[in-house]
Every structure is written in C-alpha cells, then in structure tokens.
C-alpha cells in the first residue's frame, strides 16, 4: 500500500517540474519578445517589405501641393478602399473644374501676380490604348468629322484667358489663369466609353478616360514650358442622361449589399478631386512647336496648278523643272527601303519620311535590323491595325502595283528624220529610242496631264490639250474613258504642237 501511496506523490514531483520548465520557457520568450529586444524598424527591414515601404511616399512628399483641380462631379460609390476614383460624366454636358491655389505663404513667388498655363486632354487610362492613342484619335476623327473629343464651354468658364484649341489635337484644350484670382472652368466631353471598345455588339463595358491638367510657367524667353504640377482622375462617359443613370444603379447596388460588404467600398463623394500625377510625355510639345506628326513639309513649296499661286502668273520654266527634280527626288527618297545597317538616327529619318512621325517615339532606340525584325502582329499590335499593315508593309519594301502603266518617249526631229527615211527605203532605222514609265492611279486625263508636265518639267497650264494619233492620221482627244480602255503598258511616242489661241502646247500621242 505505501508503494502504492508513493507512485501519485513522483507523479506531482514530475508535473511540478514541467510546470516550472514551462514557465522558464515562457519568460525566456518574453524576454527575447520584450520592449528591449523587439524593434518594428527590423522587421520592416526584411526584403519582403521594401518593395511595398517603396510604394508609399515618404513623409516629406505629404507636403501641400501648390494647385489642386476639383472636378464638380460626384465619385462612383462602387469603387473598393485604396482604389482610384472613378467619375462618370455625359457626353455634351458642361461639367466644371475649379483652379484652385494652395500654396503656402512664399512659395513660388515667381508666379506671384503673373499667369500660368493649364493644359486640360482626356486621355485613355488604358495601357494598351495609350500606345495607339493616335490612330484611335484619327479613327474617331474619321467617324465624326468637323467634332472634337474636348471643348471648353467658354461662357460658364471664369478666371480664363486666351482659351486655344489645336485643330489637330481634338483631346487638348489650353489657357491662362492667375492663381491668386477664382478660376472655374468648365468643360464638355463628347466622346463616349463605347466608341472605342474592340468588339460593338451591345451592351459592352465602356473603356476608362482620364482628365489630365498640366501647368507651366513663363520661362526667361516668355514662353510657357516649366512644369509646376500635373493631375488626373479616372472617368467613364456615357450617352446624356446615361452617367445619371450609372450612378443610380451603384448606389441601388451597394445598398443591397450586407454592412461588412459595404466597409469594402469608398462612399460617394460629391465632386472629385485630381490626385498628383507625372507631366503628361508630350506637354511640352503641343503649343510651343508643331507636332511632328502633322508637320506638312510640302506646305514650303510654292504651288503651281490652277490658280494656286497668289499672284495667279505662271511659274518660270526653270523654277518648275528645279520643283520637279526635288519632288522626284523627295519621292526616290521616300520609297527607299530601310535598311538592316541602319542606325536608330537614320531609323527615324526614315519613320519621318514615310509619314510614320506619330511612332518616332515609340521606336527611339530601335536600329534598322530592330524594326526589320517585327512580326506583322508585333507592328499591328504596337501601331493599330491600319497603320500596322502599312508600317509592316513599308518595311518589308512591299509596292503596290500601279492600275495603267504607259511607257511614253519624246520625238526630236533627229527621230523623225531617221523614221522617214526608214519608211522610204533609205537606210536602216538604228535610232536608240528612250522610253519613261507614267504609273497612273486615277486613270483621268487630268491625272495624265500633271504626269506629263513633270516629265517635260513644265506648268499643266501650259498642256491645252492630249490628242492620240487615230486611223488615217486623225487626232482624237484624250478623255477619261479613254485611258480607261488603255492596255497595261502600251507605248506613245510623244509629239508636241504649238497651241493656236494660247502659249500651251498640244501633246498627241503616236
């Protein structure tokens, strides 16, 4: 019985002893988890939370910025915590955003009494439509003809001067405010989501805008190019009416939802506030010089059809001729294939001279084998499918056959004589005949007059009329059904006539 007695008494001995370990235990992982030993900053330390400590700004970027835009519309409540904003606008309807100045006392004095210039575009959010913005632009310039995306509604507007609209850039508008005075603007968007969605069959998710403002002060030289502070917020526009009814189905949605689901979601907001962003890549560019992809280089030369010249004379022969050679010249240049060993400098000249300037940017540093590399669907990818297929094309030296091609040669009297005497039995014709190919597009006669003027290096005007030498030596005059019914690359010998009522001359071909 005593030993038995004995066996519980060991038995709390040994619990005894594993609740004192265990307590040591604990206290050595308090010690080791304590005030002193235990620093936050350390495990912020680890690799694992650079990259997202990367992502926050540090506390001396949380400084008052020194202009701040309010859009005066209200927020979407379907948006979750921590995204950006969404904002839905109708299309044509005047919204306004306020200019307002937040700096502090003597920050930026420079700007102190003087103008500032603001930049408003709507641009795509997307990534992938941001880098064929400009044929999405043209495509919809295209489809709407005389309209723009942007306009300032200049009536409501207050504070704003010299309000300028580029023809060229349907997204952009400009002015000059001054800060230390109430600035409202208020602008019309008249492009839809919907117009830009890849596949239109009805009931398809419109594609995000965003409202962007740039603003610039005066530089020494007067001009408007030193960047103060940028700004944007996300949009989606709909039909009239159609943001108004959005707006009420997300606030229909999110009062269905449970409160835990609600405490997901930002609340409405009844305007919207641009958040801080980068300079938009072109800002610098759109007002202080032109842009590149709507720098008409033939816009130097004189004009010499019709009445195009400003005095209506005729140009002088010699000065057409020098014309001529530089606009075939300009051409030999412009058809010239890119080649492999082509340097990015020399890449871009040529993207510039087969009027692919919009792209320069985005091929900067590639070299001729680096372009010449690019699949179809690369170049359709990165340029859009319409000037994809003709980039792809240039480069791969792809030229499109001519619908009539006619090979003309001049007669000189050294021929005629030549030819007489060959028709008369009087020697062998051993005349070297030298014949020039015309490639007509049109098949006018029109288009065949300007062909020929080149090649004689003279005016049209100076052409009164085409004659082909018929039956029997009769002169039939040129028309428009009759280059049609021209065979594929018939031979003229030309003959000119000196007109009767004028200075032209009359061309008849043999």
Not at 135 to 157: A, F, V, Y
Not at 432 to 439: K, L, R, S
Request: charge should be negative; hydrophobic fraction near 35%.
């Amino acid at each position: 019985m005593a030993w038995a007695l004995k066996l519980p008494l060991a038995d709390e001995v040994i619990e005894s002893g594993l609740v004192q370990d265990f307590d040591a235990s604990l206290s050595g992982i308090g010690q080791e988890l304590g005030a002193g030993a235990y620093s936050m900053s350390d495990v912020l330390a680890l690799p694992i939370f650079k990259q997202e400590e990367s992502n926050l700004p540090p506390e001396s970027d949380n400084k008052i910025l020194p202009f701040q835009y309010v859009l005066c519309a209200a927020t979407s409540p379907a948006v979750k915590l921590h995204d950006e904003t969404l904002t839905y606008l109708n299309q044509g309807q005047s919204y306004e955003i306020r200019m307002l100045d937040n700096r502090k006392m003597g920050e930026l004095p420079e700007i102190n009494g003087k103008m500032v210039k603001s930049i408003i575009r709507v641009v795509f959010h997307d990534r992938r439509l941001q880098y064929t913005e400009h044929q999405q632009l043209e495509g919809w310039r295209w489809n709407r003809p005389g309209d723009r995306i942007l306009d300032l509604d200049i009536p409501m507007s207050v504070g704003v001067v010299d309000p300028r609209a580029n023809p060229t850039q349907l997204n952009t508008v400009e002015f000059l405010w001054d800060p230390s005075k109430r600035t409202s603007v208020f602008i019309q968007v008249h492009c839809i989501s919907t117009e830009f969605t890849m596949r239109k069959h009805g009931g398809e998710k419109g594609v995000p805008f965003r409202i962007q403002i740039d603003t610039f002060k005066e530089n020494e030289a007067g001009e408007y190019t030193e960047h103060l502070h940028s700004a944007s917020c996300q949009i989606k526009v709909f039909k009239p009416k159609g943001a108004d009814r959005k707006q009420k189905t997300d606030r229909e949605k999110m009062e269905k939802r449970a409160p835990q689901e609600k405490e997901k979601y930002q609340p409405s907001y009844e305007t919207t506030i641009l958040t801080e962003c980068s300079p938009w890549p072109e800002a610098t560019y759109v007002n202080n010089s032109p842009s590149p992809g709507f720098n008409s280089t033939h816009n130097s030369f004189p004009v010499t059809e019709g009445n195009g010249s400003p005095s209506h004379q005729p140009e002088p022969v010699a000065q057409l001729a020098d014309l001529s050679c530089h606009l075939l010249r300009r051409e030999s240049e412009s058809n010239q294939n890119l080649l492999p060993t082509a340097t990015p400098q020399e890449a871009q000249q040529w993207l510039h001279r087969n009027r692919f300037s919009p792209f320069c940017r985005l091929f900067t540093n590639f070299s001729g084998a680096d372009l010449l590399k690019l699949t179809r669907e690369d170049v359709i990818q990165i340029c859009g499918p319409a000037d994809g297929i003709r980039l792809f094309n240039a480069l791969k030296g792809r030229v499109v056959r001519p619908r009539l091609t006619i090979y003309v040669c001049q007669e000189s009297q050294q021929a005629r004589e030549q030819h007489q005497k060959h028709e008369n039995g009087d020697g062998t014709n051993n005349t070297f005949f030298v014949y020039h190919a015309i490639y007509l597009e049109d098949l006018t006669a029109v288009e065949l007059t300007e062909k020929l003027a080149q090649l004689f290096s003279i005016s049209p005007r100076q052409i009164s009329q085409i004659f082909k030498q018929g039956p029997t030596g009769i002169h039939v005059l040129v028309s428009d059904e009759m280059i049609q019914n021209f065979q594929d690359e018939v031979c003229f010998v030309l003959d000119t006539m000196k007109a009767e009522t004028n200075d032209g001359y009359h061309i008849i071909l043999k």
